[in-house]
């Protein structure tokens, strides 16, 4: 048995409202009860960024959350994830969406504005509705494209949750998922 290699979640983008990063470390927060080794990685910078920090000590996630500040080159991130998230209430088109699918990483994402045309639910990654308390933020109508039946009766970030941890389980799928996109 090799030793199990610790998950790395990435999320890129400003660090606003509009991106969700809370979001993304509540998913962390829920990741918590299933998996035990796992980092966050926040590339970005923005006007949240000492909320997101502090949330993330409220959540209890300390070290095992990494925010890299702005990075003008985005390769090592890319090359230091194993999946990205995208926790987005609403989106201009997503290209960071395009960004981890040319760097061949499968995406968890909210199925918000364009997005559900770039991931392609079940193929390249999985799509999840915006979960309805945040729908008070989205200037848009929340669509119902995304709403697979294994996700239906849970809260939409328990199902990311459980996605991320199927992925944790079986690295051939997020690689199947990464070339996909």
């Known amino acids: 048995d090799k030793p199990q290699k610790t998950l790395v979640v990435g999320n890129a983008g400003r660090l606003n409202r509009q991106k969700g990063q809370h979001l993304f470390l509540q998913l962390g927060s829920l990741m918590k009860t299933e998996l035990s080794d796992f980092r966050l990685v926040i590339a970005g910078a ?14 209890g996630l300390g070290s ?6 702005f990075l003008e080159n ?25 960004e981890a699918m040319l760097a061949e990483k ?6 918000v504005s364009n997005i559900p045309e770039l991931v392609h639910d079940g193929e390249n990654g999985w799509l999840f509705p915006l979960p309805q308390e945040e729908r008070l933020y989205s200037p848009e109508e929340p669509t119902t494209r995304c709403e697979a039946d294994w996700q239906k009766e849970e809260h939409p970030l328990q199902a990311m949750a459980r996605a991320v941890v199927r992925l944790a389980e079986d690295p051939e799928l997020g690689a199947a998922m990464g070339r996909a996109g």
């Open 46 to 59: 923005g006007e949240r960024e000492s909320e997101l920090k502090e949330l993330s000590e409220r959540l």
């Open 106 to 111: 499968p995406v968890l994402a909210c199925g």
């Open 74 to 98: 985005m390769s090592p991130f890319w090359n230091e994830i194993d999946l990205f998230v995208l926790t987005s209430p609403w989106e201009g088109f997503g290209y960071v969406v395009l």
């Open 64 to 69: 095992q959350v990494i925010f890299t500040g």
